[in-house]
């Protein structure tokens, strides 16, 4: 349904910068978000304009042009090359033990200087989980079910102990659980952080367009609109004054990761050290994939710059190329963490390196001509984001550094199966059984090498298998490795 533009003086507005604003959706084609205006009580008349105030039409526009129209930039010819990056690889031998121990001591001394902060990316809801809460707030630890947040806290606050510094911490919201997450850590007493050294911050969103580039409606007061994906993240630290912040502070270096990763390696010294050894600007952590049909981006270089390529881009015969000793060629799969150097963030954020949006194609709710909510069967809608790791070619210069997965990647999004909850409990209980054998206690497991039973050991007792074995294995301990005796559940705090 296409309201006439004569209809624009229907819109009786109070002053001229709604007038103008009128005039500017009536320009762009949008007219239809006014379609219930005449019967909108004088809220949600108010609510409809503030939306429509935040909302970049010279951005949307281009946007619509570029991927909707059809005039997106035509593919080339020519394929573009793709080859494996240099990567540091876990170490095997004895000159690898060395340069990880010595760019440790680096990592060390910028953590203890407090040039390090941690940014938490946590905008989403666990609507996959089957749970309309920030993800974040999910029980999650083996034996006590502490939530994702308050294993992440812990690790941190571990950091800060075992170094006498601070460490910020920055968490990227979304406009969809910001006041729940903030009333989480109220709730919870912040975790035992001081309230100025954490930040909640919201990204921004963009409308979401029906696939001819009409903004969809959510109610008929209401468009709907979408976070503007990870690489928003530059943008937000900016505009919401934290990058001055961090600046006033002394940060230099911010370790980025996902909310969801539960063992995940906060803040990790050696990842610093590597990259300031380096005067690297943006790093990402590799793992290696499972199997060549493993559905994950990997880091490669694609036409002489470091990129993330997504797993749609690989042909089969990329998927599956061999190395001569049988690893995969391009098997570096990309868990999505990072250091940024926070004069890189500036940069991208000053304009020197624009991050391009990408369109997604989905299924998105909302409310048809008549004003009634429809549940599409099919696709119907086109979101925009930005990627974090658009940036990586920007950054000239970079380390790639490979982790053990079962070390350092277990991501919860999936009900079950795969990178659901029982999948992470599992790998955080074998993580700890590994820690465990390692300090000399016997660990029963199961044909597929699995921990028989439930292990959680707080980061605030041993933040790493080298803080236990040291801690239950001196002289004065009240427990000494032969006094732990599993049976099945155990719990150090």
């Not at 010819?77 to 690898?96: A, E, G, R, V, Y």
């Not at 109220?186 to 100025?196: C, I, L, P, Q």
């Not at 042909?315 to 098997?331: I, M, Q, T, V, Y």
């Amino acid at each position: 349904m296409e309201i006439n533009k004569s209809k624009q003086t229907e819109i009786k507005t109070e002053n001229e910068p709604d007038r103008l604003l009128v005039e500017k959706v009536f320009s762009h084609k949008q007219e239809h978000v006014f379609r219930w205006w005449n019967e909108l009580p004088e809220n949600e008349r108010k609510n409809l304009f503030n939306q429509l105030k935040d909302i970049d039409f010279a951005l949307l526009q281009h946007l619509i042009k570029m991927h909707i129209k059809g005039n997106e930039p035509e593919q080339s010819n020519n394929k573009s090359t793709l080859k494996p990056p240099d990567i540091i690889p876990i170490p095997q031998n004895d000159s690898q033990r060395k340069y990880a121990s010595e760019s440790k001591e680096i990592g060390v001394k910028a953590i203890k200087s407090g040039k390090t902060a941690v940014i938490t990316v946590a905008g989403g809801l666990g609507t996959r989980l089957g749970a309309n809460q920030p993800k974040g707030t999910l029980p999650i630890s083996p034996v006590t079910q502490k939530s994702i947040f308050q294993l992440h806290a812990e690790k941190i606050l571990a950091t800060m102990k075992r170094y006498d510094t601070i460490i910020p911490w920055y968490i990227m919201t979304s406009g969809n659980n910001d006041k729940m997450t903030r009333e989480f850590f109220k709730e919870n007493h912040f975790f035992g952080f001081s309230t100025d050294t954490v930040y909640f911050f919201t990204q921004d969103t963009l409308p979401v367009l029906d696939l001819h580039g009409m903004l969809l409606m959510d109610s008929k007061s209401t468009i709907v609109t979408s976070p503007n994906g990870h690489g928003g993240t530059f943008f937000a630290l900016k505009e919401k004054g934290l990058v001055s912040n961090m600046n006033e502070r002394g940060v230099r270096h911010i370790f980025y990761h996902q909310v969801d990763n539960v063992l995940i390696n906060i803040a990790d010294p050696v990842f610093l050290g590597y990259h300031i050894r380096k005067q690297a600007k943006m790093s990402p952590k590799v793992v290696m994939k499972t199997d060549p049909e493993e559905k994950v981006g990997i880091i490669g270089i694609r036409d002489g710059y470091l990129d993330t390529i997504e797993y749609s881009e690989l042909s089969k015969a990329e998927r599956h190329a061999r190395n001569p000793d049988g690893s995969l060629r391009f098997g570096m799969g990309n868990p999505a963490i990072y250091l940024l150097d926070v004069d890189f963030v500036e940069k991208v954020t000053n304009g020197k390196f624009p991050l391009p949006y990408h369109k997604a194609v989905k299924k998105v709710s909302c409310v048809d001509d008549n004003g009634k909510r429809v549940i599409p069967a099919e696709n119907n809608a086109v979101k925009f984001e930005m990627f974090i790791f658009d940036a990586l070619k920007h950054a000239q210069k970079s380390i790639i550094m490979e982790v053990a997965r079962e070390e350092e990647f277990s991501p919860v999004k999936n009900v079950d199966g795969n990178d659901s909850p029982d999948t992470a409990i599992q790998h955080m209980t074998n993580q700890f059984g590994r820690w465990l054998s390692d300090a000399g206690i016997n660990i029963p497991r199961d044909k597929n090498g699995n921990v028989r039973g439930k292990i959680e050991i707080s980061p605030l007792y041993a933040l790493d298998a080298e803080e236990l074995k040291n801690k239950i294995s001196r002289p004065n301990c009240t427990l000494r490795n032969k006094e732990i005796v599993f049976t099945g559940e155990l719990y150090l705090q």
